[in-house]
T-cell receptor, first 111, second 117 residues
Framework: GENVEQHPSTLSVQEGDSAVIKCTYS??????FPWYKQELGKRPQLIID?????GEKKDQRIAVTLNKTAKHFSLHITETQPEDSAVYFC??????????FGTGTRLLVSP | NAGVTQTPKFQVLKTGQSMTLQCAQD?????MYWYRQDPGMGLRLIYY???????DKGEVPNGYNVSRLNKREFSLRLESAAPSQTSVYFC????????????????FGSGTRLTVV
């Protein structure tokens, strides 16, 4: 089945810096890749997603890139702010229409 | 429009006790899921229901059972709780788009923090 690996597990940046989180997946049939943000004690919330027919998608300070050949996708956050501090999860949709999640990245943005 | 509603929010059980976690969605989604979240292990799928009347095992189904009561409701039951089932449980729902669309992103409930002592 699908396997998703996520790196790094923790990431500390200064406010205003960029942050990049990377994920790899194993099933070449996967074609949908969402990213979730989870604040402490809260539910995961979808922040951006990308389908396999595009290579990049942007939404203000957040962007996701996808390399189908290498089977990896990345989340890019520019001009980070303290409120970006959270745990971020990547996921890939498997061939049975279920999401398989990475193990999460704890992002800490220091003022 | 409440989205996905889970109850209870917190629960402490003794080893061997049973309980049912309730989940309901009002978005008319076909698919529903139960995940558990443990530190450093992300979200792992316990069971899912692709549509009303069907249920399937996920990655970590042992010790759990589910019921898709109707399109809105999907419950998770622990028959004999064990300390290893201490976790945060999330219910989620999604819609399946036709053709190449696949599923849309999940909507999660607020979670149930379960402690088994």
């Amino acid at each position: 089945g699908e396997n998703v690996e996520q790196h790094p597990s923790t990431l500390s940046v200064q406010e205003g810096d960029s942050a990049v989180i990377k994920c790899t997946y194993s099933d070449s049939a996967s074609n949908y890749f969402p990213w979730y943000k989870q604040e402490l004690g809260k539910r995961p919330q979808l922040i951006i997603d990308i389908r396999s027919n595009v290579g990049e998608k942007k939404d203000q300070r957040i962007a996701v890139t996808l390399n189908k050949t290498a089977k990896h996708f990345s989340l890019h956050i520019t001009e980070t702010q303290p409120e970006d501090s959270a745990v971020y999860f990547c996921a890939a949709k498997d061939r049975f229409q279920k999401l398989v999640f990475g193990t999460g990245t704890r992002l800490l943005v220091s003022p | 429009n409440a989205g996905v509603t889970q109850t209870p929010k917190f629960q402490v059980l003794k080893t061997g006790q049973s309980m049912t976690l309730q989940c309901a969605q009002d978005m008319n989604h076909n698919s529903m899921y139960w995940y558990r979240q443990d530190p450093g292990m992300g979200l792992r799928l316990i069971y899912y229901s692709a549509s009303e009347g069907t249920t399937d095992k996920g990655e970590v189904p042992n010790g759990y059972n589910v019921s898709r009561l109707n399109k809105r409701e999907f419950s998770l039951r622990l028959e004999s709780a064990a300390p290893s089932q201490t976790s945060v449980y999330f219910c989620a729902s999604s819609e399946v788009l036709g053709g190449q669309g696949g599923i849309y992103g999940y909507t999660f409930g607020s979670g149930t923090r379960l402690t088994v002592v």
